[in-house]
């Protein structure tokens, strides 16, 4: 089971940091991955973090503003957001799978209940 915090309303160019907790003992074996839907768009790949942290992940949008990490310790991933844009807004999914690198939503098999990001221009 995934549990997404952290968001919220930000004013643009502001910063957020959303959590991502699982439950479990097997999330250190997951690749780990955010994704994000705005209204009437298609659910759309983030960033991904691979079982060893030095592999990572960004969809060219967010490239450069957006952090992703995990800590397996705590069963916990994070999506750091920086230099937020109102294009950023959306609802914000984190999803467990098992392909590293994949930016493709169905190889994920587990899906947190997503947490609203809204960026105010």
């Known amino acids: 089971q995934l549990q997404a915090s952290g968001g919220g309303l930000v004013q643009a160019g502001g910063t957020l940091r959303l959590s991502c907790a699982a439950s479990g003992r097997t999330f250190s074996s997951y690749v780990m991955g955010w994704f994000r839907q705005a209204p009437g768009k298609e659910r759309e790949f983030v960033a991904a973090?691979?079982?060893?942290?030095?592999?990572?992940y960004y969809a060219d949008s967010v490239k450069g503003r957006f952090t992703i990490s995990r800590d397996n310790a705590k069963n916990t991933v994070y999506l750091q957001m920086n230099s937020l844009k109102h294009e950023d807004t959306a609802v914000y999914y984190c999803?467990?799978?098992?392909?590293?690198?994949?930016?493709?939503?169905?190889?994920?098999?587990?899906w947190g209940q997503g947490t609203q990001v809204t960026v105010s221009s």
């Open positions: 999803a467990a799978g098992t392909q590293d690198g994949s930016t493709w939503s169905s190889t994920y098999n587990y």
């Open positions: 973090i691979g079982r060893s942290l030095s592999s990572t």
